[in-house]
């Protein structure tokens, strides 16, 4: 079956430019998770939604971050006004959402932005 | 201080060899741990769960101290596709997962 997948792969764009990145989960996946990955760094949590509703957006870096997920299915990253520093790897990944502690995440291939 | 803290090597490993490496954590409240492979350009994707009592999958072998708060892996009679980087992971249980910055394995013919 066919895994979480991301779109664009790669986005450049100009500073100052709005970018939105798009995450398809799993078919019947509930939870759908954000995180960001730096060169050498492991991933670093964003956000989360359950079916639409955005459950933790604790890790967002500040209110130019955005995410919705408005049908409980796909689920667009929007960045405002992008920066130099947001230049990096945006992963998107989904679970059964179960409930069940520690259940299995699974990633998509993310999409890489450089902010010139 | 980071919540998950791992050496990133490299661990340079001769084929056959066996290789462990650990990782801590600060948050005396996280619930369930894992290892997470990565490949060069890749995602990360499941390696094993990690269990208080231990845990072993064909070459792998997988420990946790919550006392010291350190979780370990180990690599049996390591061979040339084990070539990836170890990412510790632990869920605080709320649904977010922490990421070390990984052990990255190279195994040399």
């Known amino acids: 079956g066919a895994g979480v997948s991301q779109s664009p792969r790669y986005k450049v764009t100009k500073r100052g430019q709005d970018v939105a990145l798009r995450c398809d989960p799993i078919?019947?996946?509930?939870?759908l998770y954000w995180y960001r990955q730096a060169l050498g760094q492991g991933p670093e949590f964003l956000t989360y939604f359950n079916y639409e509703a955005q459950q933790d957006k604790s890790g967002l870096p500040n209110d130019r971050f955005s995410a919705e997920r408005p049908e409980g299915s796909i689920s667009t990253l929007t960045i405002q006004r992008t920066e130099q520093r947001d230049s990096a790897m945006y992963r998107c990944?989904?679970?059964?959402?179960?409930?069940?502690?520690?259940?299995?995440?699974?990633f998509g291939p993310g999409t890489r932005l450089l902010v010139l | 201080r980071k919540e998950v803290e791992q050496d990133p090597g490299p661990f340079n490993v001769p084929e056959g060899a066996t290789v462990a490496f650990n990782c801590t954590y600060s948050?005396?409240?996280?619930?369930?741990f894992f290892w997470y492979r990565q490949d060069c350009r890749k995602e990360p994707k499941l390696l094993m769960s990690?269990?208080?009592s231990g845990n072993e999958d064909g070459r792998f072998t997988a420990q946790l101290n919550r006392a010291s708060q350190y979780i370990s892996l180990l690599i049996r009679d390591s061979k040339l596709s084990d070539s990836a980087t170890y990412l510790c992971v632990v869920n605080d249980g709320n649904n977010r997962l922490a990421f070390g910055k990984g052990n990255q394995v190279v195994v040399i013919p």
């Open positions: 948050n005396s409240a996280s619930q369930s």
């Open positions: 078919s019947g996946h509930v939870s």
């Open positions: 990944a989904s679970s059964l959402g179960r409930g069940v502690l520690g259940e299995t995440q699974y």
């Open positions: 990690v269990y208080s």
